[in-house]
């Protein structure tokens, strides 16, 4: 890793570990039954996270999320090409627009009358939850997209399929990963939201029982262990998206760079 890999890796963990401290200094005489001390939690978080839960509980919450995340982004991709090439579809925009608005939580109660309480009903919560973001940016990404471009394309003879994987894709996907971006916060969410209901596994469930018995540690262990999993998607999320785009990044900064020059 190079020295301004490693600048930048200190950067952005310095105010996380400053906080830890901070926790760890004032937490460590508590006797208070809500906040522990942190190294009774960090503990419990070593022998649940690393060791008991991480096949029972750890695991199915991971393979549901990466489910329920892969069917509503793919979905969300789809629909969201079909609806940003016809003008005739983006007509159901506003319909959508209500359907997004409507919190995907609310909506578990009725899932599981209509699918039970196993894996499907969690992973078609999360689905859900994921598709809107997804579909909504890749509609205006691919709405966005210069006319004349297409028209270009259309004059060279290239074929549908060419078009849209060399030309519609390409020119959408910065949007199309602003809204990936935006569906794995929710996506977690989902994850969580789904399990605090008439389930027996995941996260989600050990913080609702955790809190019902009152063993306080193990609810801050789960709470820490989201929170790692919350940034190592993101994380991911950006890799993914530096990889992809980066050819619009170097695009982006050339841009201002010639500016900045004309400017001076």
Known sequence: MSALRWRGLAL???????????????????????????????????????????????????RNLAAGFAIGAGLGVALGVALGLSPLARLALPLLEVMRAVPVIALIPLV????????????????????????????????????????????????????????????????????????????????????????????????????QGWDMPQMWAALIMLGIIGYALNGLMSLAERRALGWHHSHAASGFDSSHRRER
């Not at 952005?12 to 906080?19: K, N, R, S, T």
């Not at 940016?137 to 004349?148: A, C, F, K, L, S």
């Not at 003879?157 to 794995?184: H, N």
């Open 12 to 62: 952005e963990l310095w105010l996380p570990a400053l906080l830890v401290l901070l926790w760890w200094l004032s937490s460590r005489g508590s006797t208070s039954l809500y906040f522990p001390p942190l190294a009774q939690i960090l503990d419990r978080f070593a022998s649940d996270w690393l060791f008991a839960r991480v096949g029972s509980d750890l695991l199915p919450s991971l």
């Open 112 to 211: 599981i009358m209509l699918m039970g309480t196993g894996d499907g009903e969690k992973i078609a919560i999360i689905a859900f939850g994921t598709l809107w973001p997804v579909l909504l940016n890749t509609t205006e990404g691919v709405r966005m997209i210069d006319p004349t471009l297409r028209d270009a394309t259309a004059t060279m003879g290239l074929r549908k399929r060419d078009t849209l994987m060399r030309v519609v894709l390409p020119a959408a996907s910065p949007q199309i990963f602003a809204g990936l971006r935006l569906a794995v916060s929710i996506a977690l969410v989902a994850t969580v939201g789904s399990e605090l209901f008439a389930s027996t596994r995941g996260i989600g469930y050990v913080i609702l029982s955790a809190t």
